[in-house]
Nanobody, 116 residues
Framework: QVQLVESGGGLVQAGGSLRLSCVASTSIFSFNTMGWYRQAPGMQRELVAAVSTGGIKTYADSVKGRFTISRDNAKNTVYLQMNSLKPEDTAAYYC??????????WGKGTLVTVSS
């Protein structure tokens, strides 16, 4: 059973930084894409950033220039570096891997709270 485990969330002041990590229980080459999503209370889950096996990166407009997604294949880990955090970035952040059969695997999430 594939598992994705997120970590790195917490409470930070506006303007601060956090780095989220997503560790997979299998090689991340098993996934066509890996991404970070977030869900704020009362809101739908939305894509924050994604990276393909080929290294192509996609970002939500709201985080471009502030967040960076990266992957460490040797550690089976995907990171989300978040800088210049804003209160509106407050949400539960989830890691998702999509394999080559288009099956999605989700982590349980990590909470990010940005205070003003």
């Amino acid at each position: 059973q594939v598992q994705l485990v997120e970590s790195g969330g917490g409470l930070v002041q506006a303007g601060g930084s956090l780095r989220l990590s997503c560790v997979a229980s299998t090689s991340i080459f098993s996934f066509n894409t890996m991404g970070w999503y977030r869900q704020a209370p009362g809101m739908q889950r939305e894509l924050v950033a994604a990276v393909s096996t080929g290294g192509i990166k996609t970002y939500a407009d709201s985080v471009k220039g502030r967040f960076t997604i990266s992957r460490d294949n040797a550690k089976n880990t995907v990171y989300l570096q978040m800088n210049s955090l804003k209160p509106e970035d407050t949400a539960a952040y989830y890691c998702k891997g999509r394999d080559f059969r288009s099956m999605d695997y989700w982590g349980k999430g990590t909470l990010v709270t940005v205070s003003s």
